[in-house]
């Protein structure tokens, strides 16, 4: 056997393995999962890692592609957490807006009513402290 052929069956046996890399078991498919790129990820890079110094051939180029798709489906649930994060912050900021600009209307409404009720002239005789 070739060493090209050798590492394709690396490759096909990294490929069905699905044990996760964290060993126990875990009740949650999504994380059940998440394991087990993690195992394919290390095992693609393990095998990337041999073959340093070396010039790329197929087998290195279908490698290189498969460990950034492992990545790209290890990382999904990350992006999907900050994008509803990144949401949530953004109406949180809206909120806050909002609310700020409620509050300089009232302080306003309230600068101007203490305003409108004060005394406008001279206060008098009998409030004076000359007197």
């Known amino acids: 056997m070739d060493d090209a052929s050798r590492r394709l069956m690396q490759l096909a046996r990294i490929l069905s393995d699905a044990r ?3 060993e126990g078991s ?3 498919a ?3 999962m998440h394991g087990v790129r993690l195992q394919r990820i290390r095992h693609l890079t393990a095998q990337l890692d041999e073959r340093a ?3 790329i051939d197929g087998v290195d180029a279908v ?4 460990l950034l798709e492992e990545y790209a489906h290890a990382l999904a649930p990350l992006r999907a957490a900050v994008r ?3 949401n949530a912050l953004e109406r949180s900021a809206a909120a806050l807006r ?3 600009r409620r ?3 009232l302080a306003e409404q309230q600068e101007t009513g203490f305003v409108a009720t004060a005394p406008s002239g001279p206060p008098p005789a009998s409030q004076s402290r000359d007197t």
């Open 84 to 86: 509803e994060d990144s």
């Open 20 to 22: 996760p890399y964290a």
């Open 103 to 105: 509050a300089n209307l």
């Open 26 to 28: 875990t009740p949650d």
């Open 98 to 100: 909002t609310d700020q």
């Open 53 to 55: 110094g070396c010039d």
């Open 30 to 32: 999504v994380e059940y």
């Open 63 to 66: 490698t290189m592609r498969l």
